[in-house]
Each structure stands twice: as structure tokens, then as C-alpha cells.
């Protein structure tokens, strides 16, 4: 089992950029496939960005590639997502997610352990 804790989110300008962190703790953190999903109010939780065990092999959802970059520092025990040049439409509260398994997925449904969620607001 791994415990997950998000932080980094906050308000800023569209235009401007963000770092989001997360910190694992419990089963070495090298086994879990990680990935960062997003909710906006009235919508349902929606894949951003995952990254293998390695931390060789990343993907990412259409509207973000480009502007994010997801990353893992598997010595710390931490994932990141750096957002640049965010948009009002990235206004959401954004998850981490671990995935006991090699294979990178974008299905929350694959995902077994969460953090609980920081938020992102992006205004215009």
C-alpha cells in the first residue's frame, strides 16, 4: 500500500505556471506506475498525465502536450507535474494516482491509490 499527498496548487494568471508535487510513502515507490488526473466542478475526473516505473515513458491527454511535463524522482519518493502557460480550463482539483503495475494507464479505474486532491484555479 502507498500514501499519497498532494501539494503545490494555488491561484494564478492564465499565462502563468504552477509546480505540483507529491509525496509517496509506504511501498517502495519504484513498483507504482504514477499518474495525475484532474476534476472540474460538475465533471468527471479526467486523465492528465502518467509516467512509468522508470520514469522513461510519459503520456499525457491532448490539451496539456506541450505545456505540462510529469516527472518522478524515484530516490525521493516524489512525482511532478509542471504546468506552464495554464489556461482557465485547467482550473480543476488535480489527483495523484498510484498504479501497482509497469503498464501506464489513462483510466482512473486502474489507479489504486489516490491523494486527496489540491487545487487549481487559473483565471483569466
Known amino acids: 500500500q502507498v500514501q499519497l499527498v498532494e501539494s503545490g496548487g494555488g491561484l494564478v494568471q492564465a499565462g502563468g505556471s504552477l509546480r505540483l508535487s507529491c509525496a509517496a510513502s509506504g511501498r517502495p515507490f519504484s513498483t507504482y506506475t504514477m499518474g495525475w488526473f484532474r476534476q472540474a466542478p460538475g465533471k468527471e475526473r479526467a486523465f492528465v498525465a502518467a509516467i512509468d516505473r522508470s520514469g522513461g515513458s510519459t503520456i499525457y491527454t491532448d490539451s496539456v502536450k506541450g505545456r505540462f511535463t510529469i516527472s518522478r524522482d524515484n530516490a525521493k519518493n516524489m512525482v511532478y507535474l509542471q504546468m506552464n502557460s495554464l489556461k482557465p480550463e485547467d482550473t480543476a482539483v488535480y489527483y495523484c494516482?498510484?498504479?501497482?503495475?509497469?503498464?501506464?494507464?489513462?483510466?482512473?479505474?486502474?489507479?489504486?491509490?489516490w491523494g486527496q486532491g489540491t487545487q487549481v484555479t487559473v483565471s483569466s
Open positions: 494516482a498510484a498504479r501497482p503495475a509497469a503498464s501506464i494507464s489513462i483510466l482512473y479505474t486502474r489507479y489504486d491509490y
